[in-house]
């Protein structure tokens, strides 16, 4: 967690509870029966006080494990030793499993899931022989601040992600020791917005004379920026339409006096979500206004 704390030379509780706290004396009442007892880890030859401790952090401040120093998994990798005369022998060796080969690549590649869930992106790589891989990720590229542990899996969904914001992607492989690779190629993405807008309210005719008809409609105010119009001889079915940008009102020309024609208004986002259509206006083209 970032923290530095001894890796040895504390007091452990004897009903196996776990570590007292760093206030502890030796002898206290801990956990629920026990008294806080030294913590010697070696066999029999016992543990001397030697006001000395080895501090080992192996976070180095990155999100996740793949900037971690390697854990300590064994009592053998730290060697302490006294002699008779108190001189005191103070060592330390690292023993540091060798990381997952991954030279052959992972070839990560990304899908935005947003035409079925909004703010989902789909992770797929190829697998390198590793136990598990987990997976990076953030808003900044070389920079990941959030990360899954995908199991064995070659494939992970991300869920939660802000719709219109672009996300940095990588992944790394471990293996049974819980050694972790290097990042793999980094991909990115945006979600995109998978809602459309509301369909346009209040579609009003204003006049309809010497081929030429005038609607209004209502403004949206969700994210709606821009309207088409369809319009077309037959109920519900329009031949044509047109793109009337940002405007909330439309000018048809070129239609036959006498002859009723039916139009329809749709709203669309930046996206190109388009919404169902508006309520249908029915009017019929007048000789003279």
Known sequence: NGLWEPWGDYFVCSDGSGRCPSTANLGDACGASGNCVENCTIPEAGCFDTNYEFYYCRDSG??????????????????????????????????????PDVSGGFNLTARDLSTTTEGVV???????????????????????????????SLSKDIYGLTVGKTYYFAVTAYDSKGAESEYSNE????????????????????????????????????????????????SGQYGDSYDVKGATSASLTGLTDGQTYYIAVTAYDSYGNESGYSNELEVEVLPSC
């Open 122 to 152: 789909n992770l797929t790589w190829d697998s390198t022989g590793a136990s598990g891989y987990k997976i990076y990720y953030g808003v900044t590229s070389g920079s990941y601040g959030n990360y899954t542990d995908a199991g064995n």
């Open 187 to 234: 991909v990115s993405i945006t979600p995109k917005d998978a809602t459309p807008p509301a369909a346009p309210a209040g579609l009003t005719k204003d006049y309809a004379c010497e081929g030429k008809a005038s609607i209004f409609w209502t403004a949206n105010t969700d994210d709606t920026v821009g309207y088409k119009v369809y319009y077309g001889v037959s």
């Open 62 to 99: 990155g999100v996740g494990t793949a900037d971690d120093l390697p854990a300590i998994l064994s009592d053998s990798t730290i060697i302490r030793g006294l002699s008779t005369s108190q001189n005191l022998l103070k060592e330390f060796y690292f023993l540091r499993e060798d990381i």
